[in-house]
C-alpha cells in the first residue's frame, strides 16, 4: 500500500489536497535530500480534511526552488482517498493517525501494514524531529500536542507556539509512535481552508529545518503555557445528540466550542439531557472517570471540577469519528521541570 519517492512529483506543488488521488494511488512517503542529516520526518493528511499541512509544504518547497534545502525531509503523504471527499476519514476505513505501530486495533490492516513501514523506513534513516501536522473543526488556537516533556521537545514546540499540551499518547498514533526515536510533536493549526494557518505551519517547518541542534538550556516557565491532558469525552454510539436539537437525548449547548482553552468553573452547563449519564469519559490510563467530572441533575450536564476543554467541535461527523473534546488542566513549570505533583487529584 505504501509507495517511496526518492523525488518530489512536479505536480505536486501545485495540486490541491483534494485532488492528490490523482497523483497519489495511497499513503507515499517522499525523501528529499538536505545540507544536513538526518531529516525532519512530516506527515501530513492523515485526516483527509485537514489540509493545512499540504498546503505548508508546497509553500515551503515553492518558496526554495531548486536551492538544496538546509536539512533532509521526509514527507509522509497520508489518506488522499478521503481528502478527495473531503473527509476525515472514509466510512470502513481506519483512522490512519491510529495505526501506527504500538496501536491496539487495526493491527492487520494495509493502512497498519504502511504505516508500520513508514516506521521501520525512518528509524532506519534516523530522524531530527518528527512533526504530524493537522488542523481541527472547532474554535482552538494554535497549539502543539506532545508525548514526553524533555526539553528538545519543548524547545521545538515553542517554534510553534506558546501553547503547549502534554498528553501520554493515544496508541498508535503517530507522534506516539516517533516519541522515542526522536523529538516528536502534532501541531493543531486551526482550521482548514486558511491561509493564514498553512503560512504558520510552512514558517514552522522552514525553521526546524534550519535548526543544527536544539538547545541544552531549560524552557522557561514565562515562555509556555503548558497544559495537561486529564480525560478524553467521547458520546457513545448508542446515545443521538445535537448542538441546539432539543429531540435528541443530549442537545449541547450550540456554542460549546466557544470554551475552547477557557478555564472553566465547576458548574459549567455542556447541555441538557433526558439521561442519567449519557457521555463516555475516560482517563489517560483508560478508566471511566464520567463521574469525576460530570453531573446530570435536573436534565443538565455540568462539569464538576475544574478543567479547560480543547478540541471541543459542533462538527457530529468528528464527533462520532474521534470524540467530542478533551478535558486539560494547567502544569506549571519549576527551574525548567513541569510539576507533576501539582495534578488534580482524580487525574
Same mark, same amino acid.
Request: proline share 5%; aromatic share 6%; net charge negative.
Given at each position: ?13 501545485d495540486t490541491p489536497a483534494r485532488e492528490l488521488h490523482q497523483i497519489f494511488s495511497g499513503p507515499t512517503l517522499i525523501h528529499l535530500s538536505g545540507r544536513r542529516q538526518p531529516a525532519v520526518f512530516v506527515s501530513v493528511l492523515l485526516h483527509g480534511n485537514e489540509d493545512s499541512g499540504v498546503v505548508a509544504l508546497q509553500r515551503l518547497l515553492r518558496r !526554495? ?12 503523504? /497520508? #489518506? ?24 491496539? /486495533?487495526? /493491527? ?29 473543526? /472547532? ?7 506532545? #508525548? ?30 516517533? *516519541?522515542?526515536l526522536c523529538p516528536a510533536l502534532t501541531v493543531e493549526c486551526g482550521k482548514p481552508g486558511s491561509e493564514a494557518n498553512a503560512e504558520h505551519a510552512a514558517r514552522f517547518v522552514e525553521a526546524c529545518l534550519h535548526l543544527s541542534q536544539f538547545p541544552s538550556h531549560g524552557v522557561h516557565e514565562h515562555d509556555i503555557d503548558l497544559y495537561h491532558t486529564l ?6 454510539? *448508542?446515545? &443521538?445528540?445535537?448542538?441546539? !436539537? *432539543? ?26 439531557? &433526558? ?9 489517560? *490510563?483508560?478508566?471511566?472517570?464520567? #463521574? ?11 462539569? %464538576? ?6 478540541? %471541543? ?26 510539576? %507533576? ?7
Open positions: 500500500m505504501l509507495t517511496v519517492l526518492e523525488t518530489l512529483p512536479e505536480r505536486f506543488l !526554495n526552488g531548486k536551492r538544496t534545502l538546509p536539512r533532509a525531509l521526509s514527507i509522509l503523504v /497520508g #489518506n488522499v482517498t478521503a481528502a478527495r471527499d473531503g473527509l476525515r476519514r472514509l466510512d470502513g476505513q481506519p483512522d490512519y493517525n491510529r495505526v501506527w505501530p504500538g496501536g491496539q /486495533g487495526h /493491527g492487520d490492516s494495509p493502512e497498519a501494514a504502511a504505516m508500520g513501514e513508514v516506521h521501520r523506513v525512518m528509524q532506519e534513516r534516523g530522524v531530527f524531529a518528527s512533526i504530524d501536522i493537522h488542523n481541527n473543526t /472547532g474554535l482552538n488556537p494554535h497549539y502543539c500536542v506532545v #508525548n514526553r516533556l524533555d526539553q528538545a521537545v519543548l524547545h521545538l514546540a515553542l517554534l510553534f507556539s506558546r501553547t503547549v499540551v502534554w498528553f501520554r499518547g493515544l496508541a498508535g498514533t503517530q507522534t506516539t509512535s516517533f *516519541s522515542s480525560a478524553t469525552v467521547r458520546v457513545p454510539t *448508542s446515545v &443521538s445528540f445535537g448542538f441546539g !436539537n *432539543s429531540l435528541a437525548d443530549i442537545d449541547f449547548d450550540p456554542h460549546l466550542d466557544h470554551m475552547n482553552f477557557r478555564s472553566l468553573e465547576p458548574g459549567t452547563v455542556f447541555g441538557q439531557t &433526558s439521561l442519567a449519564m449519557p457521555i463516555g469519559v475516560v482517563d489517560e *490510563s483508560g478508566s471511566d472517570v464520567a #463521574n469525576d467530572f460530570f453531573a446530570c441533575d435536573d436534565g443538565r450536564i455540568t462539569l %464538576l471540577r475544574a478543567a479547560t476543554p480543547a478540541m %471541543l467541535t459542533l462538527d457530529e461527523k468528528v464527533v462520532r469519528q474521534d470524540c467530542l473534546c478533551y478535558l486539560m488542566d494547567r502544569l506549571p513549570l519549576a527551574h525548567g521541570q513541569p510539576q %507533576l505533583h501539582a495534578l488534580s487529584a482524580g487525574a
